[in-house]
């Protein structure tokens, strides 16, 4: 069985299927926000989002952060590390695709499980 949970006009936030959890990408809505700010944002979003799915940080395996540009990576990377303790660190990539839109500076995707 397949569950969607969040639903927009044009997707679902959040997708689980065989206890795997998937969540769109996510930014923050505040594109005032510095790197940090907008990590924090987002970080808040995708706890409530894996929380709609049955799931928490504890159990990410995989996420794909997208930056508008590589040199907000240590910044964004401390805010990550403050947010995940080491032990559930999931894999991870960053890359910088260009623009995110207005003043967007982070989206996030990620895989977790139940």
Known sequence: MTNRYLPTPVLNRVVEKDGLVFVGGTACDDTSLDIAGQTRQTIAKLETY???AGSDKSKLLFATI???DLS????MS???AEWIPAESLPARA???PGD???GVLIEVT???YK
């Open 50 to 52: 894996l929380e709609a």
């Open 66 to 68: 997208y930056l508008s």
């Open 72 to 75: 907000l990576k240590p910044a």
């Open 78 to 80: 401390d805010v990550w």
């Open 94 to 96: 960053t890359i910088c």
């Open 100 to 102: 995110l839109g207005p």
């Open 110 to 112: 990620l895989i977790a």
